[in-house]
């Protein structure tokens, strides 16, 4: 019976050697090692051996059985390795076909803006300083000189955290910030960020928007310093046909203030976009307050010093013609793939 078991061993062996097919390997292995296969048979007929004998023809057919399962393996890896070669040798697959393209995604809209700005300040010397969105009462009102009570604490409700804390309603406590920690030097930054007040949202007014401070502090730092870096600001954002002007107003925070203001595109004739007017609001500013000054730490006998602050999203609706604010927030890809 041995010599039956080796002989079959070996006929099962060379078949699979033959198989050149891997479709071929489940008919092979059902036929030598599957529930009905010979050496299952072979197995059965061991009933008829003496007690002595069957252990070990037992251990006989099983080694045969792993080898016979080892072999099968080795040459179901061997058949797909050759059947992929054959694949990849054959013209199948063509690695010169352009690939399929991988969808990249782009910079909002917003910080395009953001990093225009910046790249006009830094021209003129200016440094990106940035301070926190949640801030205090104390340097959002306080050192501002807008003391509690103040009148113009109505031209900024916020979203309070508690009766301290708030999530700040300008970019302008981030001058205190700056001047505390660059004093005594002098100072040349612009403050981005995102304000917050408590407004109703409509097309024109969100409760959350980004704007650019502008600040600098120095010896003999005139008024027309600020208007000559707006001007230059104008033009370099949107064309040098821009003319820039000024009217007065009023900031707690600066004295004297001014707002500023930029030719429309439709060269002054009047258009939609300026209601007419043939110019278009840009910035509040104005020379820095003494008393914003002391707070800063500078001497205002010795030290002056201009500030801005200006929208960011208003000016990209109007460069643009979006005729609402709130896609600005609306994360609708239809919008943002425009720009
Ligand atoms: N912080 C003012 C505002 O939000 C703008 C401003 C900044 C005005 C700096 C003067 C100087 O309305």
Known sequence: MIEAIHALRQQAEQELERLDDAAALPEWYRRYLGRKGELTQQLKQMGALSPEERPK?????????????????????SLQTEQLNRELAGDDLDVTLPGRPVHT???????????????????????VYEAPDVETDEYNFQLLNIPEYHPARDMWDTFWVNDQVLLRTHTSPGQIRAMREYHPDPIRVILPGKCYRYEQITPRSEHQFFQVEGLAVGKNIRLTDLIGVMSEF???????????????????????????????????????LCKQTGWLEIAGAGMVHPVVLRNGGYEPEEWTGFALGMGVERPALLKHGIQDIRYFYGNDLRFLQQF
């Open 234 to 272: 104008a033009r370099k954002m949107y064309g040098q046909e821009r003319e820039v002007r000024i009217r007065g107003s009023y900031f707690p925070f600066t004295e004297p203030s001014i707002e500023i203001d930029m030719s429309c595109s439709c060269e002054k004739v009047g258009c939609r």
């Open 57 to 77: 023809m037992g251990k006989v057919v099983n080694k045969v059985k792993q080898t016979l399962e080892d072999a099968f393996h080795a040459r179901q890896q």
């Open 105 to 127: 995604g782009h910079l909002h809209l917003t910080t395009q803006t953001l990093r225009k700005i910046y790249r006009i300040f830094g021209e003129m010397g200016f440094q």
